[in-house]
């Protein structure tokens, strides 16, 4: 006689996550609770995604690491960098960068300042816990909570720094002054990166700039707490960023991956170092020359892990301009390769979609 297992029919994944979600405590407070297991929402149904990606453990491939030093007094070495910006760019990407300007006691403090907001008391971090993205600071679990495939071990805020500066009082003290601070700094630093990529496609500095692309910047503080069964579940699913480029602050435990060629390659913390990634609406304007490229957070037993990413984006502003690809970049042999389109709309189809493990850009692509 066939024995059927009904565990599969009997377990409601909807009401898990409501469950969950109506606790506004997210991943940190099962954790506190003492959770010995995974619970299953967060474990990954299927590896079939990565049937085909090996692992790098044997590989000797590491991710570019470009020193920034010189580049506004040296014109020889401001060359070389923007060869080596737009090579990574292409080839990989991501990037690190070193001697970037931001000092080493304000990436502290910022990463203190993540820590202390996810480490307050539960009932004081309630007043931020919502879904509406509209908001100038939002703290959730899982953005696509109801609308991804699976559920990632990881807790978020999320703070619009510009185009339209919060105003402070809406901030979370515990984290308020160095949040703007670092974020200011980032700015500063977006301009520099704009220029090296603008110079890298045979364009004018600030033609990137121009088009609006260091116009916003929204911060994402992340926190990945210590895992029972990291195996399971992931603390970012596999994805691209739909922004035009992002500014990564890391702290020492690691678990960030980037694919390339096929493999998973580990992004080891490099002390003072920040992470740089291609994001979708950047490959887009240039027309696939720069590439925007999957990458994905491992859950550890060692944690929380603590992240600030910085994505240029104006989100939800209210702008109507129009991004296509660049005329100055398109040719006969090379005819634009997607439709144009508005921040708005391109934010608001990769939100409805989730983290679902498939590109942003397929829906825009002519």
Not at 16 to 41: C, I, N, S, W, Y
Request: aromatic share 8%; with cysteine.
């Amino acid at each position: 006689m066939e024995v059927i297992n009904t565990n599969e029919e009997k377990y409601d994944r909807k009401a898990e996550l409501q469950a969950f979600d109506e606790t506004k405590a997210g991943v940190k407070g099962l954790v506190d609770g003492g959770v010995t297991e995974v619970p299953r929402m967060f474990v990954q149904q299927s590896q079939t995604e990565d049937s085909t990606i090996r692992s790098n453990k044997k590989l000797l491939i590491k991710l570019p690491i470009i020193d920034l030093d010189g580049i506004k007094e040296d014109p020889i070495k401001r060359k070389k960098i923007v060869q080596e910006v737009g090579h990574a760019s292409e080839t990989w990407g991501f990037f690190q960068v070193i001697n970037h300007g931001i000092p080493s006691h304000v990436q502290d403090e910022m990463k203190d300042g993540v820590r202390r907001f996810f480490e307050q008391d539960t009932e004081v971090k309630k007043q931020w816990y919502t879904r509406d993205l509209t908001k100038e600071f939002t703290f959730n679990s899982n953005f696509d909570l109801f609308r991804g495939p699976v559920t990632n071990w990881r807790d978020t805020f999320r703070a619009t720094i510009a185009p339209i500066p919060p105003s402070p009082e809406r901030l979370p003290p515990v984290c308020r002054d160095i949040l703007l601070e670092y974020t200011n700094q980032v700015m500063k630093l977006g301009d520099t990166l704009f220029e090296l990529l603008s110079e890298a496609t045979g364009l004018e500095p600030n033609h990137l700039k121009d088009m609006g692309c260091t116009e916003g910047l929204l911060a994402l503080g992340q926190y990945y707490p210590a895992c029972p069964q990291p195996e399971l579940t992931l603390g970012a699913s596999k994805h691209a960023d739909n922004d035009f480029l992002t500014i990564l602050l890391q702290d020492h435990i690691g678990g960030l991956q980037v694919l390339h060629q096929n493999h998973w390659v580990d992004v080891p913390p490099t002390p003072g170092a920040l992470v740089v990634n291609v994001g979708d609406l950047l490959q887009l304007i240039s027309n696939d020359k720069f590439k925007s490229v999957d990458h994905r957070v491992l859950a550890s037993k060692v944690g929380p892990r603590i992240s600030l990413a910085c994505f240029f984006m104006t989100n939800f502003a209210p702008t109507q301009r129009l991004y296509r690809p660049i005329k100055e970049l398109m040719s006969e042999h090379n005819p634009p390769k997607y439709r144009e389109t508005t921040i708005a709309e391109f934010t608001t189809y990769f939100n409805n979609k989730g983290l679902d493990g498939t590109s942003t850009l397929l829906h825009f692509r002519l």
